[in-house]
């Protein structure tokens, strides 16, 4: 990066706007919380104007948001940063259970890893060049989604549609294992069963029942078997509910399945192998939905040619970077395919989804400077 006069970036700023938009909870959930979200980051990026356009929510979700740098014209192709502002997280629980703190090197509040933390690093990187009156050779679109912790369901088509119009994605769900980034990630399916069977008198009449629960822990126990470690392919019975009364034969019974692929060659033979299962007991029928909501990726020349390049802006910084390939999916799944993504390009830290979720303060000017360098080169 250039030599400039411009003040250093100042980790203690880049917290206390962290913590800013940790304080306000945004439970995906809550469409209303998650606007309020969509309030502070509109206000924060239009302060150093920054433009903004603002994408209704639908089907209950909260709205989107896309934020596109003063310079560039929205004709040429740019980089794309995907961030997502909601949480997995209740109302209340950062008064409960999840204050935020500060204790050392380590800050603490919900959603401050998964990843308000690293959402809030690109506005500090564009700042930082608006305050130094520098630009970009592209333009920079930040696309902030409202609901992507239960798959992005109404936001694909939005992020797609950046994608396409992208030399590059980076996305910025949190670094993994010592600050590595994510340069592959498996695909996800989700599966809901439905077991129905007979009822009947479980004393009197046993014999006339057909058992949705019985039915079912026989389907569990394949679905299980199919994980193949060897291949990247997992299968998690995650909820199963059923049945009325102890004596009563259940003619119900329910599971929800997450499946995780490593490639969309596994995927397609995984998910048809899924739907063809069958009833063993033929007073049983299965009803099976669902599909893939996020296609795997793996590791490509143009990925590694990302990556190599922020490799090296990384060496300049004084930090060695690293990739892993993750189980966990993200809307990187989505535009992988589209263009060279780079994953995981947000805050150090650890315990995503928890009680005690955390960033580690040291890591905030170092990532946001990775992400101001591949701003400046890409």
Known sequence: MPETNEPALDSAE???GIREW???ESPTTDAASVNRMADKVIADYAAIGAKVQRIPGRDGFGDHVLITSPWGSDDEPGILVLSHIDTVHDLGIIDEKLPFRVEGDIAYGPGIYDMKGGAYLPLAA????VRGGRTTNRPIRHLFVSEEEVGSPTSREHIEREARRAVAVLVTEPA??????????KGVARFDIIVRGQLAHSGARHQDGRSAIKELARQILDIEAMTDYSTGLTLNVGVISGGSRANVVADEARAEIDMRVPNPEIAEQAIARFLALKPYDPGCTLEISGGLNRPGYEKGPEISALFEHAKSIAAGI?????DIATGGGSDGNFTAAIAPTLDGLGVDGKGGHTHYEQLYVSSLVPRTRLMLGLFETL
């Open 14 to 16: 880049i917290l206390a």
């Open 318 to 322: 004084g930090f060695e970077l690293k």
């Open 176 to 185: 993994r294992e010592g600050g590595r980034i994510v340069t592959a990630r």
């Open 22 to 24: 940790v304080e306000i």
């Open 126 to 129: 564009m700042r930082h060049l």
